[in-house]
């Protein structure tokens, strides 16, 4: 990757957004539906979502990103998005499986409105495939004719969310062939974690990553083949990612999925109420090691930097810190300490060096700009 791309993905990362839930309720019922156990069917009253968009503009956050649940099934989900706008977001996005766009009407007022963005949650390139995902009927017409009427509309950025399990991933290439002779050039590629329906349904979404890792590499390669595509991977282990580098998630977003979980980690830190999802499913979450070393942090009161990877620590200045806190936690002073150091990765390959069980690895952000091959095995 060259370093104005490398500039370029870290830019658009790291710009602030501001993440506004509408929605307790889905017109799906997705078999990896992470928010599953908080369906409740209910909607955010509208004078709630007005403080929390005015809460984002005294932030001076100019990105907005709307998100449920389903959000277009808010009642005043029109009048958000104008109310969005009149206060100042210059860029309004919302998630959504699109099936309300289908109504184009819906759409253009919308647009008119002040939406800017559509991210589509489209999780197969036929019938049978997405609503294997989706759980209902007719479920895919809508979606798909709703992602036509934005791309033909002219006036929106589209892209798409595909979450990849067990039941999509060998026609990954496929989809993303679909969408594109469709019109659509961006993509982001979501690994499944382990919470609501995806947890519930694990023995049918959970795969093997190094049987799926052929199909990956094919469906990575479109970037390529396709120059004005754009692919970002979300949760995505960045092991898998060697050949790609450039499609390893920038960590910033690592401080999303903490303020996502802040009211799980505020209990274990002020009650030591261990994190309800420790245990067993930690080996399917993104977000392992960090619960780990802050469980660590708050036995010890204390936690080191990793150390460099023994092929690399003549090569690389790393100057490895300490971090002891002063008083309570703070979530995202140890964040930004874990993302500089204790965020570490290895290659596949060093699963045969012979340091292999003492070494930790490198940086994350170092094999983002340099990567995988700096790592030699001994």
Not at 251 to 279: S, T, W
Not at 280 to 308: A, H, P, V
Request: some cysteine.
């Amino acid at each position: 990757m060259d370093k104005s791309n490398f500039t370029k993905r870290n830019k658009t990362a790291e710009k602030p957004k501001h993440w506004v839930r509408l929605t307790y309720i889905c017109n799906n019922n997705c078999i990896f539906c992470l928010d599953k156990e908080n369906q409740g069917g209910t909607f955010v009253p509208l004078e709630e979502v007005k403080k929390e968009l005015e809460r984002g503009r005294n932030l001076k956050i100019k990105k907005l990103i709307l998100s449920g649940g389903e959000p277009t099934l808010h009642p005043d989900y029109l009048e958000i998005i104008k109310f969005a706008k009149k206060i100042g977001y210059q860029e309004i996005q919302t998630i959504t499986n699109g099936r309300l766009f289908a109504y184009k009407n819906f759409l253009d007022k919308a647009a008119t409105n002040g939406l800017t963005e559509i991210t589509f949650s489209i999780h197969g390139h036929t019938k049978n495939l997405y609503e294997k995902q989706s759980g209902i009927k007719g479920s895919f017409e809508q979606a798909l004719t709703g992602l036509v009427n934005a791309l033909k509309s002219k006036k929106l950025i589209i892209n798409i969310d595909i979450v990849i399990n067990k039941t999509n991933y060998k026609y990954l290439e496929k989809i993303m062939e679909f969408f594109i002779n469709l019109g659509v050039k961006e993509f982001d590629l979501l690994q499944i974690i382990p919470f609501g329906a995806a947890w519930h349904n694990k023995n049918k979404i959970f795969y093997d990553l190094k049987k799926a890792a052929p199909y990956f590499s094919k469906a990575f390669s479109l970037q390529r083949k396709y120059p004005d595509i754009y692919i970002w991977t979300n949760r995505f282990p960045p092991q898998y990612l060697e050949g790609f580098e450039e499609l390893i998630q920038h960590p910033i977003k690592l401080h999303d999925e903490i303020r996502g979980r802040k009211k799980m980690f505020d209990e274990f830190l002020g009650k030591d109420v261990l994190m309800n999802c420790f245990g067993q499913k930690c080996s399917y979450c993104f977000i392992k090691n960090f619960c780990k070393d802050l469980i660590e942090l708050k036995k010890n009161k204390k936690i080191k930097s990793r150390k460099i990877a023994y092929c690399l620590d003549n090569k690389y200045e790393f100057k490895g810190k300490e971090f002891i806190p002063a008083g309570k936690i703070n979530l995202k002073k140890f964040l930004d300490f874990y993302i500089e150091n204790r965020y570490f990765i290895k290659s596949l390959r060093c699963q045969t060096c012979k340091q292999t069980k003492k070494c930790d690895g490198a940086p994350i952000n170092l094999i983002r700009k340099e990567k995988f091959k700096i790592l030699k095995r001994i």
